[in-house]
């Protein structure tokens, strides 16, 4: 029985008995009161009584989508496994798990990879094969084990390699903080240009995502000078990552409202990445694309819409073709460049 039914079935109780004792001693306010004290008991549990809990039910949509990074960070890391064990010369344990990872059974694998059998003063290939073994945890969707395997590698051998992974795998995670705790480390080695301006461009993506932007753009303005230097020293190499930041750039400036600054910096981006695409379709027509959606999305926003109109048609005629190659991987970029048109 509630607590509430029990409450109600007292108050009724106490005035049953005042009405009895009233009527005796023939007082009209106590049978009244008697009378109050009953109704009041037997309306008690209904005047009171619990609210409905909303009862929420997650559809598989939405399922979907929280396990999105996830999911995306699984398939990844499958297709480096599987480049990584077509290399020639492989280690032994990594030439031992080749037929389990191949199978899907990446337990076994895991159990094959013994990072502690490792010599003691050879800390290198002990965190390297924490980080494979790692890797093998994402493909297994076991995401907490595989981000204590990257802590002991940094650990035990903390080069700016392991570093880098660690930082990135918590990135591709949406872990903001960790990857932030990692890139940062990583700053404090010496790195490579490239390296640093990796690094870099990372942290100002975690710091665009969490709307700290004038520490964002500190980050990419640092990087975009490295990339700079980097792709004029060796154009072919280096101007696809040299895009990626003045992209970045772009979307961090629109996102503030400085529409003009948006507009050079994504200009420029679309300059290269056409001059790209051009001459190898098939791997930057999707970078291509990309542009050509944020300047129809930047257009659009200043109401400058036979503007917009073009780039969304030009980044849709893209990703018709990219789609009808390869529609699980580009039909969601199509619907985005439909709706946009739209």
């Known amino acids: 029985m509630k607590t509430k039914q029990v409450i109600g079935i007292i108050v009724g109780i106490v005035g049953v008995v005042a009405i009895y004792f009233s009527l ?17 008991g037997a309306l008690y549990p209904f005047i009171f ?30 297709e480096e496994l599987r480049q990584q064990l077509a290399e020639k010369d492989l280690p032994d344990y990594k030439e ?14 895991i159990e094959l990879v013994n990072p502690d059998g490792a010599a003691e003063e050879a800390a290198e290939e002990a965190a390297e094969k924490y980080i494979f073994q790692a890797q093998l945890y994402i493909a297994g969707y076991q995401f907490k084990e595989a981000g204590e395997h990257y802590r002991k590698a940094v650990e035990i051998f903390p080069s700016a390699e392991n570093t880098f992974a660690a930082a990135e ?11 932030k705790e990692y890139y940062e480390r990583c700053l404090e080695m010496e790195l490579l240009p490239v390296n640093r301006a990796s690094v870099l461009n990372n942290l100002g993506n975690i710091f665009e995502q969490s709307n700290d932007y004038p520490e964002a753009e500190k980050a990419y303005a640092e990087a975009l000078k490295i990339k700079r230097t980097l792709a004029d020293e060796d154009p072919q190499t280096y101007k696809p990552t040299l895009a990626v930041t003045l992209n970045n750039l772009g979307a961090l400036h629109s996102k503030k409202g400085e529409y003009e600054q948006a507009d050079n910096y ?21 970078d291509l694309a990309i542009t050509l959606n944020n300047l129809g999305c930047l257009h659009h926003d200043q109401e400058d819409y036979d503007q917009a109109k073009g780039y969304h048609k030009e980044a849709l005629q893209l990703r018709r073709g990219l789609a009808a190659k390869d529609a699980k991987t580009y039909n969601p970029d199509l619907a985005t460049s439909l709706n946009n048109l739209g």
């Open 24 to 40: 005796k001693e023939y007082s009209g306010i106590g049978a009244t009161l008697g009378v109050l004290l009953t109704a009041f």
């Open 49 to 78: 009584k619990d609210k409905q809990k909303p009862v929420v039910v997650l559809s598989k949509d939405y399922l979907h989508e929280l396990a999105g990074e996830e999911i995306a960070l699984r398939d990844k890391t499958i």
């Open 96 to 109: 031992a798990v080749k037929p389990y990872v191949d199978e899907g059974n990446y337990a076994k694998a």
């Open 169 to 179: 795998f918590y990135q591709e995670l949406n872990r903001v903080n960790d990857a």
């Open 266 to 286: 994504y200009k420029e981006a679309l300059e290269i990445r056409r001059e790209l695409a051009k001459k190898d379709p098939d791997t930057y027509n999707p």
